[in-house]
């Protein structure tokens, strides 16, 4: 995997400020949080195909490159299956290509063609097979980019439409720097690749997240660490206080006190009980009893904002 910058054209013998300048124009700033999403996404593909195809999957990163829109657009294969792709969360489009290298392998496997020869691709019109074919795949991989995603923020991908010409296609301003990502895909013995161009309009929203610099271990949380957690948590025993009333007293009327005195603490008969847990007011809840004689109190008001408590348990 490369993040370097495409290579530069510059004229031979052109000036040293000249090849200064179309470097500084073409120096994109990383995204290195991105790029371990990309990389979980890629480990994810796999399992995800193996399951639709019924065939040993591998996906790897093969390049993430920085550019402008319109040269990763250039490099892209054509024709191909080109889900343009949304997300209300987000100020821009998104370009998944999926290359008939990949369609073509998929369709072979699916359709029982591993005892043949892998078929040669021609350009050509794809058939109505190859395009739900091709649609399976880009929704099967949004599913899993989904998820990915859902570890730094809550994102909902939806394909806007499908072009087969990326030259033709409009993504973003050419100029406009992207990402572009190359997965290969392997299944059993044939392989094939799909594209991502994500233009940085698109990440503006995420951008402040994107950047920071990535130290390893686990992004967004570890699930099984939190089931691990939950379950301990669940089975902790909490002492949960109920306070009937809270009366303030002079210091002078409590020297005063003799046996006997009798104290009106101004308590009535539907007077409210706060239950508190490690000093923090949780709950409101009037007073009763049960039918075998027992103290009971029915929680009639939370105090604590659900934002407020800390999230532990499972939705």
């Known amino acids: ?9 510059i004229p031979d013998g052109a000036p040293v400020e000249e090849e200064i300048i179309q470097r500084a124009k073409r120096s994109y700033e990383r995204l290195p ?21 019924g065939a040993i999957c591998e996906a790897r990163i093969d390049n993430i490159e920085y550019m402008p829109v319109g040269e990763a657009l250039e490099g892209t294969p054509s024709p191909a299956l080109i889900s343009v792709v949304d997300t209300l969360d987000w ?20 359709f029982g063609g591993r005892t043949s020869g892998r078929s040669k691709w021609t350009p ?4 109505a097979i190859e395009k739900k074919i091709g649609s399976d795949i880009t929704r099967l991989m949004l599913d899993e980019l989904t998820e990915t995603f859902e570890k730094l923020a809550v994102v909902d991908f939806t394909v806007s ?20 990502v190359r997965l290969h895909v392997t299944m059993d013995d044939r ?26 271990g686990s992004l967004g949380g570890d699930k099984s660490w939190r089931k691990n957690m939950t379950d301990a948590i669940v089975e902790t025993d909490v002492l949960v206080s109920a306070n009937l009333h809270e009366a303030r007293v002079s210091l002078q009327d409590v020297l005063n006190w003799t046996p006997g005195k009798v104290l009106d603490l101004g308590i009535s008969t539907d007077q409210e009980v706060t239950l508190t847990c490690s000093g923090h007011e949780m709950y409101r809840a009037q007073s009763g009893k049960k039918r075998n004689g027992r103290l009971a109190l029915k929680i ?7 934002e407020e408590m800390t999230n532990v348990l499972p939705d």
């Open 191 to 216: 392989d094939g690749y799909f594209y991502l161009v994500m233009p940085f309009n698109a990440l503006s929203t995420i951008r402040s997240l994107l950047v920071q610099p990535f130290h390893g």
């Open 33 to 53: 949080i991105l790029e371990v999403i990309l990389e979980r996404f890629a480990l994810a593909v796999g399992p995800a195909l193996k399951h639709y195809i």
């Open 91 to 110: 100020d821009g489009a998104f370009a998944l290509v999926v290359d008939p290298s990949l369609l073509i392998s998929t369709l072979e496997i699916t």
């Open 124 to 127: 050509r019109s794809f058939t």
């Open 161 to 180: 439409h499908v072009e087969t010409n990326a030259q033709a296609m409009v993504l973003a301003p050419p100029n406009t720097g992207c990402v572009k």
């Open 1 to 9: 995997m490369s993040p370097a910058n495409a290579q530069l054209k």
């Open 300 to 306: 009639t008001d939370q105090l604590k904002d659900e």
